[in-house]
């Protein structure tokens, strides 16, 4: 299975500063077809996760665009540009190159 | 616009099954998958398998295998995800998904809570 290690664990930030979040895979997530199927979601607390990015770096409908993604390979990044008060919660990575699909640990995003 | 609706709560005994259904609201399956993914109290988010209604192919995760059936009903855009020889390890919010052509869940249901107890 792949595994994906997502760092930090948890992000405390202040409102407006910017934050970031790691996703590194055990192997690549470059599929055969060429694509990368890499995502984040976004988790608020008590609601289902929500699509932001796909394939990497394609932000999902209606979502923010301080909202980022970047990376290829085994290296991925989410970016938060300045941070609202409605980031708060849980983001995940997942890749979906190769069954299983598999998520990151989670890392939490908390208003310092 | 196309929403996921899931079924109640559950409360279920050790050694049982479960039945979880996910219908689509407002649209059909059209050529997507549906895939289930659970979570734990507390915990992170993990994937249990898929399904490609209009195909009726299923891919499961290992750890599940033998134990979890995913089907769907195209007629009524109901997906179904049965668990079988429930442990309490099993208690979590159990979450179906639809996956877009590229392999990101773009629609979520609202969860359904599975209580695993004697």
């Known amino acids: 299975d792949i595994v994906m290690t997502q760092t930090p664990l948890s992000s405390p930030v202040t409102l407006g500063q910017p934050a970031s979040i790691s996703c590194r895979s055990s192997q690549s997530l470059v599929h055969s077809d060429g694509n990368t199927y890499l995502s984040w979601l976004q988790q608020r607390p008590g609601q289902p996760p929500r699509l932001l990015i796909y394939k990497i770096s394609n932000r999902f409908s209606g979502v923010p665009d301080r909202f980022s993604g970047s990376g290829a390979g085994t290296d991925f990044t989410l970016k938060i540009s300045r941070v609202e008060a409605e980031d708060v919660g849980v983001y995940y990575c997942m890749q979906a190159t190769q069954f299983p699909w598999t998520f990151g640990q989670g890392t939490k995003v908390e208003i310092k | ?118």
């Open chain 2, 1 to 118: 616009q196309v929403q996921l609706v899931q079924s109640g709560a559950e409360v279920k005994k050790p050694g049982s099954s479960v039945k979880v259904s996910c219908k689509a609201s407002g649209g059909t399956f059209s050529s997507y998958a549906i895939s289930w993914v659970r979570q734990a109290p507390g915990q992170g988010l993990e994937w249990m398998g898929r399904i490609i209604p209009i195909l009726g192919i299923a891919n499961y995760a290992q750890k599940f295998q033998g134990r979890v059936t995913i089907t769907a009903d195209k007629s009524t855009s109901t997906a179904y995800m049965e668990l079988s020889s429930l442990r309490s390890e099993d208690t979590a919010v159990y979450y179906c998904a639809r996956v877009q052509l590229l392999n990101a869940f773009d629609i979520w249901g609202q969860g359904t809570m599975v209580t695993v107890s004697s």
